[in-house]
């Protein structure tokens, strides 16, 4: 599989001035010591950053369009058929940095920009689109905009979630003026490229200035309950406790040693434990926890959650308690089309920028729309791999790279004579 692009985009380059300043003046919108942003999904401070991009995608005169969820796309109306998509989100963590998410909408802003300021004639409109509570921060779960975007979820249950705030999704959405019209599932692109921070360290550790992704782990979330017994911390002795602090601890580490045993892509998180009651000299009675359990193999990732349930069954024997567990999440693996990525390979090489093929240990919105259109992600660097952190940094250098082989990738999948069937010869 080889073919030349650069005779349908040579020449071209955002302009890295205007996206710097985009960058920097959406990461002024609520932000945060350090540098980063708090803007929660469909808070007052999501809103105010909804509201500056609308701004910008109004000045570019495009066709602005909301929908059920809240997504916001705005389309550049040339060309004929559907439209070659790009686009991330804007919400943020509690503690997030200025480029996850951000990034990717605004330079596919600046890749129509680009396009109307060169006065290019394309034969397929271009459209961005930043999706609804792609964290996952505020209501559960993450990527809920683009799931229901594709289908993956009806809007009218995705209305009815409650926020960790205790809020309703559907009110919230009123409440800061994103209810849309605009009807769920949504238009399907010709194809779907996202531009995002790497979030990890592997681009930067091994010298790669671009990621071709290939895919997306699988995930799947978890809230595990332990029912314990209060007693006192000094007259209890060992031997007769049934403690929920200890459950969580065991599982804790159960989960620590499953990821190391699997290796590979294989990775398990503990991140949240809440005990009750939660003093220093009380035995807890319950505990409250969440597993975050990934691979990129679905089949190790079912492997992975079945030696997870055994052992909760034996511990609650074990240790005469009662653990009881709900699925928060679960997400297939997802493999992006090879032509898509292929193609960021390629173009990534005619601009003289050294690119590897890597999974996302993190999810995305690319992963939702793979289910109706070739998709695929571009990477760059992030450094020390450091996101959902005020001290996110990636160099202006990458970023200037990545969005010109989003560019380029979004101008040479408008032109009707390089199909994607074509890229696959």
């Known amino acids: ?66 929908d059920t969820i809240g997504n916001v796309t705005g389309t550049w109306d040339v060309g004929s058929g559907a439209p070659v998509m790009t686009g991330s989100h804007i919400d943020t963590v509690r503690t997030g940095g200025r480029f996850d998410g951000n990034y990717g909408v605004l330079a596919g802003l600046e890749v ?15 459209a961005v689109t930043f999706f609804t509570n792609e964290e996952g921060a505020r209501f559960a779960p993450d990527m809920l905009g683009s799931l229901v975007y594709v289908g993956g979820m009806q809007t009218e249950v995705a209305l009815d979630v409650i926020a960790i705030d ?68 000094g007259t209890t002795p060992m ?3 049934h403690d929920a602090a200890y459950i969580a601890a065991r599982i804790t580490v159960f ?6 045993r699997f290796g590979g892509n294989q990775v398990c998180t503990v991140g949240k434990i809440d005990l009750f009651p939660n003093l220093v000299n009380v035995l807890a009675a319950k505990a409250t926890m969440t597993l975050d359990v990934r691979n990129t193999d679905d089949e190790l990732l079912q492997q992975a959650e079945k030696e997870i349930s055994q052992f909760l069954q034996v511990l609650a024997a074990e240790e005469s308690v009662t653990v009881t567990s ?48 070739p998709s695929g992600m571009i990477f760059v ?19 200037i790279a990545g969005a010109n082989v989003l560019l380029h990738a979004m101008v040479a999948l408008t032109n009707h004579k390089f199909t994607l069937l074509e890229a696959a010869s």
């Open 112 to 126: 129509i920009e680009t396009c109307q300021t060169l006065g290019l004639k394309l034969e397929r409109p271009l």
């Open 326 to 373: 709900r699925q928060l999440v679960r997400f297939d693996p997802v493999v992006f089309d090879e032509r898509v990525i292929k193609m960021v390979e390629t173009i990534s090489q005619q601009n003289g920028h050294s690119v590897q093929r890597m999974p996302s240990g993190a999810g995305h919105d690319a992963q939702m729309l793979a289910r109706v259109c």
């Open 239 to 241: 031997s007769l406790r």
């Open 166 to 233: 205790g809020a309703r999704l559907g009110d919230e959405l009123v409440s800061i003026g994103y209810n849309g019209s605009m009807p769920c599932p949504g238009v399907i692109p010709h194809a779907f490229i996202e531009l995002h921070i790497e979030q990890g360290p592997l681009l930067e550790s091994q010298g790669f200035v671009i990621g071709a992704v290939t895919g997306v782990q699988g995930i799947s979330w978890q809230e595990v309950v332990i029912d314990g017994q209060s007693n006192h911390a």
């Open 1 to 66: 599989m080889s073919f030349d692009l650069s005779p349908l985009t040579e020449g071209l380059s955002i302009n890295a001035e205007r996206l710097m300043s985009r960058i920097d003046e959406l990461a002024q919108v609520c932000p945060i010591d350090g540098g980063g942003n708090c803007r929660l999904a469909l808070t007052t401070q999501d809103k105010l950053g909804r509201d500056l991009v609308m701004s910008w995608m109004q000045d570019l005169g495009l066709s602005i369009k909301i």
């Open 255 to 260: 989960l620590r040693e499953l990821a190391l």
């Open 381 to 399: 660097p992030s450094v020390k791999g450091i996101s959902h952190n005020a001290a996110e940094f990636t160099h202006t250098s990458d970023l």
